[in-house]
T-cell receptor, first 114, second 113 residues
């Protein structure tokens, strides 16, 4: 069965370190998204991609970067982790094309920055 | 500023009750509204709405969109304990940078046996 996976599921890192969160989908979806979820804020879009070599900034992109070298993967990199980036991170994918498409979410990565 | 507001923030009901969850939005160039259910894991898709006045239905859940008044409701009839979750509303809008998805903070529903 097609799926979307994230790794690691839990990560503790120190302030200032570079961290990369992996997202892999086997749906063959063109669109991929990264969100963070914090109490009181709901889900907020960090970055998204509409296809290979395409990346776009979302609502809260500062301090994060992504690259899309193939259809299946969209890794999220925190260049220099900050305590404010402690959060649960969700990756999602969707089929793409015109609007009005559902997103399938990965299981999430809980990141703690100490 | 684009925003999505859900109400109530939390709700506690007894099994068998009917609940209505609300989602209002102000999003530039509306494209679609989506409802998700989130238990202690990733959100799972419930409905996608793009047209006003057309009810989407799945079992005991139904949803409708009003694009004039900029809101949607999610109804759950004959609630069960398995309906306990956070229900998220998301609105897709398009801007010069592309399409963006804006989520509300969710409504936490607890169904008591």
């Amino acid at each position: 069965d097609a799926e979307i996976t994230q790794s690691p599921r839990h990560k503790i890192t120190e302030t200032g370190r570079q961290v990369t969160l992996a997202c892999h989908q086997t749906w063959n979806h063109n669109n991929m998204f990264w969100y963070r979820q914090d109490l009181g804020h709901g889900l907020r879009l960090i970055h998204y991609s509409y296809g290979v070599h395409d990346t776009n900034k979302g609502e809260v992109s500062d301090g994060y970067s992504v690259s899309r070298s193939n259809t299946e993967d969209l890794p999220l990199t925190l260049e220099s982790a900050a305590s404010s980036q402690t959060s649960v991170y969700f990756c999602a994918s969707s089929v793409g094309g015109t609007s009005g498409y559902e997103q399938y979410f990965g299981p999430g990565t809980r990141l703690t920055v100490t | 500023e684009d925003k999505v507001v859900q109400s109530p923030l939390s709700l506690v009901v007894h099994e068998g009750d009917t609940v209505t969850l609300n989602c209002s939005y102000e999003v530039t160039n509306f494209r679609s509204l989506l409802w998700y259910k989130q238990e202690k894991k990733a959100p799972t898709f419930l409905f996608m709405l793009t047209s006003s006045g057309i009810e989407k239905k799945s079992g005991r859940l139904s949803s409708i969109l009003d694009k004039k008044e900029l809101f949607s409701i999610l109804n759950i009839t004959a609630t069960q304990t398995g309906d306990s979750a956070v229900y998220l509303c998301a609105v897709e809008g398009s801007g010069w940078t592309g399409n963006q998805f804006y989520f509300g903070t969710g409504t936490s529903l607890t169904v008591i046996p």
